[in-house]
């Protein structure tokens, strides 16, 4: 192998980033919960946070059929494809506000949560499993470099989204760098659709496998220890019959709980804390301070998010991963179930983003000790159904958070209207931290469990490997 073709792997990393900017933007969901509630405001707390739900319920059932479907074709065309379905959600999204409110909530979330989470998850499972097979000497950095775009992308898309959505400036840390036009929630979903789509399928065009059998120079896989009973690559049915996969689901559960209902929620939990010290009516500069600042909780989340899939990847390569997913469950269960003391926003911003931090370390893990136990021939198709836990966790910790959510209250505040004239509005806000509670404890539990994990050791029988 060439230094040149050696240096060409890096170049699936720099397409691997590009497709997961965009498509981590369904983490700035939170930045369309109030606009939304504005325009519907019959909508219930459970309503607005239904399209959340499903958004990644789809996604997560549209890596395991991505999954298989690359390993077969390879990874650009599934993601191309993924890019063409998630912008054409969004764009479809735009006419949810031509609806009466039931429908336009099932609009959106066919639009939006289906057929957005559907091309999201077809394109994400491509980068994480070409960067497996190029990178097998350093498979905790690379899955943490291949979805840290992923967790990035709200940090660049959440103050796009909100200025989009208001006219405000394009904000990143607190630094006003150029106004945006006032399009609206439903025209900022047509904007959006079509940037997802144009840099989505930009970035897949950069993915290819590498030939079979590569090996980097330089790198010599580790041999198992002597007499160990081991099987190198598990096709999806014989991973699904060892206990360490379902050991493995369940705590990936847990972590997706905790992170996506923070992730999901980081905006309105937000509201609730600083608007339920504040008296009635508020003014519009105080609104619109507040909601900035839930937008810049989003961002902040994000960084750590992407950060956090680099740091602990990247310590999962020198520790282990068993220690390492002990210790971002341990990190992630305290810090949620101190998360509603801290009301300031400083404190705020350090208790979310160390959730961030946590998860992030969730999505670069899972899919390393994935291919560690299980191989990376049916890499796609495996970490696919590993995945469905990330569904199940995005169903069931936004749920978590609006159905324990015990709401304190109705604020009301003053906002111009498309005339410019000033009106009040309410905006409910709530007590979250029953929730809290219940993904912290969950966590602190994954961390009992993940001290369980061993590799399967299934013995190889000859003329049968998979």
């Known amino acids: 192998m060439t230094e040149q073709k050696l240096l060409n792997r890096w170049w699936v990393v720099v397409g691997a980033l590009i497709v997961q900017v965009s498509l981590g933007a369904v983490y700035i969901w939170s930045v369309f919960q109030t606009p939304l509630k504005r325009a519907f405001p019959s909508w219930t707390e459970a309503q607005v946070t239904l399209p959340a739900q499903i958004v990644l319920a789809a996604f997560a059932l549209a890596v395991i059929f991505g999954g298989r479907i690359q390993d077969k074709l390879g990874p650009r065309k599934v993601a191309t494809a993924g890019g063409i379905i998630v912008g054409l959600g969004l764009i ?34 491509c980068p994480i499993a070409a960067c497996v097979k190029w990178f097998p000497d350093k498979r905790g950095l690379v899955t943490g470099l291949a979805v840290a775009g992923f ?56 993915l290819r496998n590498p030939p079979t059998g590569y090996v980097p120079p330089g790198w010599t896989p580790p041999q198992p220890a002597a007499g160990a009973p081991v099987k190198e690559h598990f096709a999806p049915t014989e991973m699904l ?47 619109n301070r507040v909601t900035g600042a839930g937008a810049m909780a989003v961002s902040m989340l994000a960084i750590f998010n992407s950060l956090g899939r680099i740091f602990w990847g990247r310590v999962s390569d020198a520790i282990g991963r068993k220690t390492t997913l002990v210790l971002v469950f341990l990190l992630c269960g305290l810090t949620m179930l101190g998360l509603n003391s801290l009301r300031s926003y400083p404190l705020y911003l350090v208790g979310v983003c160390t959730v961030g931090l946590c998860f992030g370390g969730f999505l670069a893990l899972y899919p390393a000790i ?36 015990r709401p304190t209250g109705t604020v009301t505040y003053h906002a111009s209207d498309q005339s410019g004239q000033l009106v009040e509005k309410t905006l409910a806000v709530g007590d979250y931290s029953r929730a809290f509670w219940v993904a912290g404890v969950a966590c602190l539990v994954a961390a009992a469990l993940c001290l369980l994990l061993r590799r399967p050791q299934l013995r190889h029988v000859e003329g049968k490997q998979t």
């Open 151 to 206: 967790g990035a992308g709200a940090f660049f898309f959440a103050p796009l989204a909100r200025g989009l959505i208001s006219g405000t400036h394009y904000e990143l840390l607190g630094i006003k760098l150029f106004p945006l036009p006032a399009l609206g929630v439903f025209n900022t979903f047509f904007t959006l659709g079509v940037i997802f789509l144009v840099t989505v399928v930009a970035g897949a065009q950069l």
């Open 241 to 287: 019959r060892t206990p360490v996969f379902w050991l493995l689901w369940l705590t990936y559960f847990a972590g997706c709980t905790a992170g996506l209902q923070i992730i999901m929620k980081a905006s309105p939990i937000w509201q609730s804390f600083a608007f339920g010290r504040m008296a009635s009516p508020v003014a519009e500069a105080d609104f």
């Open 92 to 125: 479809l999204a735009k006419f949810t506000g031509h609806f009466q409110p039931t429908t336009a909530l099932w609009w959106l979330v066919a639009t939006f949560s289906v057929l957005g989470g559907l091309g999201i998850g077809a394109g994400y499972v």
């Open 370 to 405: 994935t291919s560690d136990y299980f191989g990376t021939k049916h890499m796609g198709v495996n970490y696919g159904w590993m995945f469905s836990a990330y569904g199940a966790g995005g169903l069931f910790g936004p749920f978590l958070a609006a159905w324990l959510m």
